[in-house]
């Protein structure tokens, strides 16, 4: 069957049915008829039935022609489909994407997601819009965003979830808060000192605040900001410890002067990171490749998580 399919016969075999002549479809693609009826020939005693009926005037297609037929076409259709986007895709020297994101994706998720993309498409735009994780839903249904990363809850209306991942929240500690690295600190611990936390803007507060409930105690808020940014500058600087929610696996330490250590504490609830799309939108094929780009560094994080 696969010789049918990848050899000219495909193409014998359509002007046969679509001309109903072996001679006709001969003089149509500039082959001999003798040529062509000996290709039939052997098809049809390869696949053990007869594709067309032999008529006083051209030929009809069986019942096994047309199943054929059908299949030939609809492979020489997404064929067609195919060559098109390796073709757009070899053209993708140029191009914009639009990405809105929360804020808890700009230190930790998004650069890494991005890279690859970015060092393999040098010359394509990237315009990435940082907002509250509820108004990226919205930028993406009014056509401002491709697509978008946010942490709002389940279910998302009007938009596509492809991909999601589970963030879990990590104590934000200055190098050297302890004598030797720590594998782990208990919410208490942290809540035992002054600490800097998002504001309620942002749905990693909520998780913050779920979390000082379980245990029953106050917070020593010194500093609440929507900026996860200056939160870290201000625990480097020794004002405090902080919160931030990062994917399972993550190292705990970075080049910035400070430790992100996991909490010991049980039941502490994660946030789930959503790629979201809006389903009725035909976007660029710039747009559909960076999104794989993305959607390729969640099923990254899906195996670390699993191994």
């Known amino acids: 069957m696969s010789r049918l399919l990848f050899s000219r016969f495909a193409h014998y075999l359509d002007g046969i049915a679509r001309l109903g002549s072996i001679r006709r ?45 059908h299949g030939v076409r609809r492979w020489q259709k997404d064929l067609s489909r195919i060559k098109f986007e390796i073709e757009e895709l070899k053209g993708l020297r140029r191009g914009e994407v639009k990405i809105a994101v ?7 998720f998004l650069p890494a997601a991005m890279a690859r993309f970015m060092r393999e498409h040098p010359r394509i735009r990237n315009h990435v819009t ?43 500690l200055p190098d050297g808060f302890a004598p030797a690295p720590r594998e782990s600190i208990s919410l208490e611990e942290v809540f035992q000192h002054p600490t800097i936390i998002p504001d309620a803007s942002t749905h990693l507060r909520d998780a913050v605040d779920i979390a000082a409930a379980k245990i029953r105690t106050r917070l020593q808020i010194v500093l609440a900001t929507n900026s996860l940014e200056l939160m870290r500058s201000m625990v480097r600087e020794g004002c405090g410890l902080g919160l931030i929610a990062m994917p399972e696996g993550a190292p705990t ?14 039941g502490v609830p994660p946030l789930t990171l959503s790629l979201i799309v809006d389903p009725q939108r035909s976007l660029s094929m710039t747009s559909v490749l960076t999104r794989r780009y993305f959607e390729a560094h969640f099923d990254d994080l899906e195996q670390r998580a699993e191994g």
Request: hydrophobic letters at 40%; proline letters at 5%.
């Open 25 to 69: 479809a001969a003089e149509e693609l500039n082959v001999s008829a003798s040529a062509i009826d000996k290709q039939l020939i052997r098809a049809e005693e390869e696949l053990g039935v007869a594709l067309f009926e032999r008529l006083p005037r051209g030929v009809r297609l069986t019942s096994a022609g047309e199943i054929l037929i």
């Open 102 to 108: 929360s804020q808890e994706t700009v230190s930790h």
């Open 130 to 172: 940082v907002v509250d994780s509820d108004r990226v839903r919205q930028l993406v249904l009014d056509g401002v965003a491709d697509f978008g990363l946010t942490f709002s809850p389940q279910p998302l209306p009007g938009v596509t979830v492809t991909r999601s991942a589970r963030f879990h929240l990590r104590a934000v």
């Open 253 to 266: 330490r970075r080049d910035d002067g400070l430790a992100y250590v996991p909490l010991s504490d049980r």
